[in-house]
């Protein structure tokens, strides 16, 4: 083998010891020692719950042995349509145009379509956006090996698979997908987890009343109730640029198209507990641009050559059963790096360019990507950030996404001198805080890539090292006049802090009947973000709207940056100010803003906003 | 924690290997048990001692947070707070949901001290106000997720978490909520946790 790759593989275990030692280093055990010496209890675990999951008591790592690169990258499957996209043929009957809220204790009507009786008794679907296409989706409990070395571990899915299957969906087709909540009764569930579910579509244009609102969770099938007495929810997804209103029309600004989303569990203090147990997967958003066939539009590569990678961190016990710290509220950190649901997979590509989606799920961990063939970090065309394709592609050699960040990477292997490299994370992090500043190298190796050079595959996708095209223009393309809008929007300041061990926002704490904020509808607003926890950072996530990053720290967003974009996270670095521009458009209700490393969300770093 | 915060602590002198006695087993839920919230011996404020988990944790649903007679600032609201989170337990308290706080500073509130407090709130049964051994103590503390992971802020105690810890033993499902929500919320959070029996 030849050294980098030991150096890789001595890295791997490197990273696996820190974490244990970061949250138990010996002088604070020996501290513990001196006190417990006073005592009589023996202390047989470990200082806390994060030594108890994370270290073996001898400093190895806490999760079972697995050997890298021995297990294919999972392809997420594509999510198919109820048979014959015939809502008639949905478990439990067709949509009646209504959803449960409030914990499913009300239930109200879809704001933007409807469900009116015919005369034989059936629906018709309506409303200012009819779905066209109806999905059911089933969350239930299921096992999967997440490496060939370990016994199956259960987890809770989407259709019973982690990831969940990936919606392709495309503006102008408007979906209604029903989420069947069959995973076991909270009465005697045990374990981490709750459940009950609401399921947030990530940076989408939602109506509220189908944006996952944290209240908005929903019984299990097992635990009916008068409200829900099935235990499902339908959400209607209008997929339809932001804009509409204003422009009079059902298509909206076309600069305002969402490419790589993805949808998660966002039940109110429970979030990254069921994030972690697997209730999570991408949601992808076509247009007459991004068309998702590589020989028309912006020719990205499509089918096979388009694969979104989800990344999460782990821990297993000696069962391979996953480990969740109930009771560390500062961010959990896993020892194992999955992409797709597989620890440290192989992936076999064609002699040709791809379309990787790097979507961080998290729950706590950053990352910083780079692609690493044992000497050098390797270019590839970044070509958006949060998923949203920037108005042109980028040349980069590594791309750092906070939790829930996401970016679309071209990377041409055609054009690489070898037949093996790997994805890598050069960020070191060794607890919730976030990344500690060190760049690592060679880094974490995440994935194995290994370039089929023996043959020529077609590649009629469009070559960024042969010339430049413009992906999506920006809605506010002059930065100059978009600060001069800023000067006369109003301003509202959200500080991230933490009292007395509780995370807050402006020193309160998320409390679902408090407005913080009520926002006219097709209103412009800056919003200054703050950060004065001291040691922390926090991926600010905002529903419903995308923003554009004005300034860090007075200092304007330049032009050349991956952050001159539209964005849905903030990532808000050590004792920052970030201003931003919102624009509040065409719908009404309540949304969330919050902390995306989720452990800091369910434990109160979240604020309700209203538009009015 | 580093050598300034030993030395703050007092602590430096006198340093001595700990090696923990066995490795540890996964968080499992059928793991947890004593081994991980101890059967330290603990004193109410009514006087009564009892094992932490065999006697206060073991297949109830509790509320947990930690306070210190001293403190008077923070401390005092928390206790006002749930004093009204108290009521709107109603009969649920002692019965269906127990109480405990559990003293920062076990060498300064003792049982008769403690007691003394919770009459001062007019603490109902089913809430108890816990003292031990101060090691003890801190093993809870950490173990129940009231640290700061910034050693030297876990050191200040008026820097401590206004948190309550909200679970139940049996299923092994726990959540935290900051102690000074509005009692109207914070009853919603607890009860998404423990819902009242029925419901
Ligand atoms: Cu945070």
Redesign the interface.
Same mark, same amino acid.
């Given at each position: 083998m030849p050294d980098w790759q030991d150096k890789l593989a001595e890295i791997s275990q490197r990273n696996r010891q820190e974490i244990v030692h970061a949250k138990l280093s010996k002088r604070e055990m020996l501290r513990l020692g001196l006190l417990t010496s006073s005592g009589t209890l023996a202390l047989k675990l470990g200082l806390s719950a994060r030594a108890l999951a994370q270290s073996s008591g001898s400093g190895a790592p806490a999760s079972p042995p697995t050997r890298p690169w021995v297990a294919p990258l999972p392809i997420i499957p594509i999510k198919q349509t109820v048979k014959n996209n015939n809502p008639y043929e949905m478990k439990e009957g067709p949509p009646d145009g209504t959803t449960p809220i409030n914990g499913a204790t009300r239930r109200i009507n879809h704001q933007f379509c409807t469900a009116t009786t015919d005369d034989h008794g059936g629906y018709t679907y309506g409303g200012r956006f009819a779905p066209v296409k109806f999905y059911e989706t089933f969350m239930k409990p299921s096992s999967a090996k997440f490496h060939p070395d370990y016994s199956p571990t259960n987890f809770w899915g989407f259709d019973g698979i982690y990831p969940g299957p990936c919606y392709m969906a495309y503006y102008g087709e408007p979906i209604l997908i029903r989420f069947h909540n069959n995973l076991p009764s909270k009465k005697s569930y045990k374990g981490f987890g709750i459940p009950e579910i609401t399921t947030h579509l990530h940076n989408g244009h939602t109506p509220s009343e189908s944006d996952g609102n944290p209240v908005n969770y929903i019984n299990s099938s097992s635990d009916p109730n008068e409200i829900n007495p099935k235990g499902f929810k339908d959400q209607h997804y209008p997929n339809v640029y932001a804009g509409f209103t204003s422009r009079g029309d059902n298509r909206g600004d076309p600069t305002e198209a969402l490419s790589s989303l993805w949808y998660h569990d966002h039940h109110l203090d429970f979030t990254a507990q069921n994030v972690v147990k697997g209730m999570v997967g991408p949601y992808l958003l076509f247009d007459d641009r991004d068309t998702g066939d590589e020989n028309t539009g912006l020719r990205l590569p499509s089918g096979e050559f388009d694969v979104p990678l989800m990344f999460g961190d782990f821990i297993f016990d000696k069962n391979c059963q996953m480990v969740y710290d109930l009771f560390n509220s500062d961010g959990i950190l896993g020892d194992k790096f999955c992409v797709n649901g597989a620890i440290q997979p192989y992936f076999n590509v064609r002699n040709r360019r791809y379309r990787f989606r790097l979507y961080n799920h998290g729950p706590a961990r950053w990352y910083e990507y780079a692609l690493y063939d044992g000497k050098n970090y390797l270019p590839f065309w970044q070509i958006s950030n949060d998923g949203n394709l920037l108005p042109k592609a980028l040349q980069r050699t590594s791309v750092r996404l906070a939790v829930a960040e996401r970016a679309d990477i071209i990377i041409d292997f055609s054009k690489i001198n070898t037949n093996r490299l790997y994805l890598v994370n050069r960020l070191e992090q060794t607890d919730g805080r976030g990344p500690n500043g060190n760049i690592l190298s060679p880094g974490t190796p995440l994935m194995q890539i290994n370039i089929d050079k023996s043959r020529t595959v077609p590649d009629p996708s469009f070559d960024f090292s042969k010339g430049t095209q413009v992906l999506r223009e920006l809605p506010d393309p002059d930065f100059a006049k978009l600060m001069q809008r800023a000067a006369k929007a109003k301003t509202r300041t959200f500080r991230f802090d933490r009292t007395n061990g509780a995370w807050a926002v402006n020193g309160k704490l998320f409390d679902e009947d408090q407005v913080a904020a009520r926002i006219d509808q097709e209103s412009e607003e800056v919003w200054i973000i703050q950060n004065s926890s001291g040691g922390w950072r926090h991926p600010v996530h905002m529903h419903f709207e995308e923003h554009r990053i004005l300034s860090r720290n007075g200092v304007a967003t330049s032009a050349s940056s991956p952050e001159y974009a539209r964005k849905d996270v903030v990532p808000l670095n050590w004792n920052e100010e970030v201003k931003i521009f919102m624009r509040f458009r065409d719908m009404k209700g309540r949304y969330v803003t919050h902390c995306h490393n989720v452990m800091h969300e369910d434990s109160g770093m979240m604020f309700r906003w209203d538009i009015v | 924690?580093?050598r300034r915060s030993?030395a703050a602590?007092g602590?430096a002198a006198?340093?001595?290997?700990?090696?923990?006695?066995?490795?540890?087993?996964? /968080?499992?839920?059928s793991s947890r048990g004593a081994?991980?919230f101890?059967n330290?011996v603990v004193t109410t404020h009514r006087g009564e001692k009892a094992r932490f988990y065999a006697d206060l944790m073991q297949g109830r649903r509790v509320l947990i947070n930690f306070v210190f007679v001293g403190c008077t600032d923070?401390c005092d609201s928390v206790t006002q707070n749930l004093v009204l989170i108290q009521d709107l337990l109603g009969d649920r308290l002692g019965r269906d949901v127990f109480m405990y706080s559990i003293t920062l500073q076990p060498d300064f509130d003792t049982p008769e001290v403690l007691d003394a407090y919770a009459e001062r709130f007019g603490i109902r049964p089913g809430w108890s106000f816990l003292t031990g051994?101060?090691?003890?103590i =801190?093993?809870l503390r950490?173990? @129940? $997720?009231?640290? =700061?992971?910034?050693?030297k @802020?876990d050191l200040d105690i008026f820097?401590?978490?206004?948190?309550l810890?909200i $679970?139940d033993e049996?299923? =092994?499902?726990?959540?935290?909520? /900051?102690a000074?929500?509005?009692p109207?919320?914070l009853i919603?959070?607890i009860n998404?946790?423990i819902?009242p029996p029925g419901s």
């Open positions: - | 924690m580093n030993f602590a602590l006198a340093l001595a290997p700990l090696v923990p006695s066995r490795p540890a087993a996964a /968080a499992t839920p081994d991980y101890t330290a923070v051994n101060p090691a003890e =801190d093993i950490r173990r @129940l $997720g009231f640290a =700061d992971i910034d050693p @802020l820097q401590h978490a206004a948190m810890r $679970g049996s299923l =092994d499902r726990w959540t935290m909520a /900051a000074l929500m509005r109207e919320a919603k959070a998404r946790t819902p």
